[in-house]
């Protein structure tokens, strides 16, 4: 037991001395007829601290030798119930290791949907701002994919302390996932007139399709979004060493931000100067990719470019991760 923990428990005694403290030191001011001077106050306040510390400071090794030899003179009538103990001992320091972790976890959780809650009213005020202004379709359709984008980043927060459970590992090709994305994300290319450079290659890897679709589109919103007007984004698969690159002539990352970039919530220089950045796509990003096998890398020039890779295991030594 640390003296920490020892006068957290001594929370009401603490309490009825400051109590007491105030009540003295009140009746001591309220009577006008009470002479003693400010020294003496001062000194009896301060002395009576002492003791009490004093008295806090005993009181806890009286407790903490009584508890020693407690557990030192214990004894047992066999074996059999010394190893049983130890095993309870054991088990109730996994126990609370777990309610620590449980905690922690519900508490990152409170935190992103007060965070999640707070961007979602943006694109949605937004989008009723474009209606109601009889505003142009494609404007509103970039908030209503914002407004996608923002679900399914909830969702699979929510299910990634249970990832395991709803994925479903298969050979996926690359090529065919890339596309889709690219299909699905036109609006964004053209409206920012980006030109696409996609090296197509054959390549299969093994994966949740879901999941990996997810950790690309990701990657590949990141590198549209600080890409400026009329820039560049190649695409190129690499089957020989196993990973996908997305590389962009964009604003780059600084290298005080880079070792950063999957931290959750972090948004660096970069997310400070562009609506809607929340800290959390490559965050997610990286976890999933964790999860399943995968190593996301990046390297980055500020001001110049910046490249991510997804790198995967060799087929035939998947499933000895």
């Known amino acids: 037991m640390t003296f920490k923990a020892y006068v957290s428990d001594q929370k009401r005694l603490i309490a009825m001395f400051v109590f007491m403290m105030i009540f003295v030191g009140t009746t001591i001011f309220s009577d006008p007829y009470f002479v003693l001077e400010d020294s003496n106050i001062a000194y009896l306040f301060i002395g009576c601290t002492l003791i009490f510390l004093l008295y806090l400071m005993i009181s806890f090794n009286v407790k903490r030798n009584q508890l020693k030899k407690f557990s030192e003179n214990m004894t047992y009538e066999t074996n059999e119930q010394r190893v049983y103990f130890h095993c309870m001992m054991e088990q109730q320091d996994v ?6 972790f449980f905690q922690e976890e519900q508490k990152e959780q409170l935190e992103y949907m007060t965070t999640w809650f707070h961007e979602i009213k943006n694109p949605l005020a937004v989008s009723k701002l474009i209606i109601e202004t009889n505003g142009q379709p494609t404007s509103l359709l970039e908030e209503i994919n ?16 249970e990832f395991n459970k709803d994925y479903l590992i298969q050979e996926i090709s690359v090529p065919k996932i890339i596309k ?14 980006i030109t696409l450079v996609f090296d197509a290659k054959k390549m299969k890897v093994l994966s949740d399709q879901k999941a990996l679709s997810y950790v690309i589109k990701q990657i590949l919103l990141n590198s549209i979004k600080y890409t400026d007007q009329n820039g560049t984004i ?6 020989e060493n196993k990973y996908i690159s997305i590389w962009d002539n964009g604003i780059g990352i600084s290298s005080t931000d880079l070792p950063r970039v999957f931290e959750k919530g972090f948004t660096g220089k970069n997310g400070r100067l562009t609506r809607g950045a929340t800290g959390m796509g490559l965050y997610l990003s990286n976890k999933m990719a964790e999860k399943l096998g995968h190593k996301i890398s990046i390297t980055s020039e500020y001001g110049e470019f910046t490249e991510v890779r997804v790198h995967f295991p060799d087929l035939e030594n998947y499933y000895l991760l």
């Open 146 to 161: 914002r407004i996608e984008s923002y679900v399914d980043q909830a969702l699979y927060f929510s299910r990634l302390s």
């Open 234 to 239: 190649k695409i190129s698969l690499c089957p």
């Open 95 to 100: 126990l609370k290791e777990r309610i620590l």
């Open 180 to 193: 889709d994305l690219l299909k699905a994300e036109s609006n964004l290319f053209i409206s920012k007139k």
